[in-house]
């Protein structure tokens, strides 16, 4: 039962972006078969939510200079083991960032697999990512202990902080999505 949520808004997410078809086979055989699919232990891959999250006026996109990961990526985190990835990305955004946020919409906007590399006790992973879109109420942000920095970065500009191929994409499909 806790699975099916996201399993429908997988399907959603499909008929939206049928050129995805793969990966969204991938996140349902992962679902279907993995029942601790949402906790950080299940080594084969796990869930997690992120959000894109805008300033106030839309302009802006917060990314943080993750510590473990060392590069500049969007807010987001583990689901340890809540199954409603919304509420996970909503949960994450507040606290890496300190902001009150706003989902804007219920529908995913980008379904990302990327390997995490071993590190101390744990294997090497997959994080299969689901990401929502979200705009904070204010652009005075803290860090948290899991970032370097964080900064708002001009969604035109992000090439500055960033060649991550995922996050260059939502912000295609995000111009195209608010149209």
């Excluded at 809540?82 to 980008?110: F, M, N, Y």
């Amino acid at each position: 039962m806790h699975r099916r949520n996201l399993l429908r808004q997988l399907n959603d997410y499909v008929q939206r972006f049928p050129e995805e078809q793969a990966i969204v086979e991938r996140f349902v055989e992962l679902v279907d078969e993995e029942p601790r699919c949402y906790e950080r232990d299940c080594w084969r891959g796990h869930i997690t939510g992120s959000a894109w999250l805008l300033d106030p006026a839309g302009e802006s996109l917060l990314l943080t200079h993750h510590k473990k990961l060392d590069i500049w990526v969007q807010l987001g985190g583990h689901s340890d083991g809540d199954p409603d990835t919304r509420t996970v990305a909503i949960k994450e955004a507040q606290e890496e960032s300190g902001l009150a946020v706003e989902l804007l919409g219920d529908a995913i906007l980008d379904i990302d697999i990327h390997e995490i590399p071993a590190r101390k006790n744990d294997p090497a992973h997959f994080h299969f990512d689901v990401r929502f879109a979200m705009a904070a109420a204010t652009r005075d942000f803290s860090v948290s202990d899991e970032s370097h920095a964080l900064a708002w970065v001009r969604l035109m500009e992000l090439e500055r902080y960033t060649r991550e191929a995922s996050i260059l994409r939502m912000r295609r499909k995000w111009l195209e999505w608010r149209v």
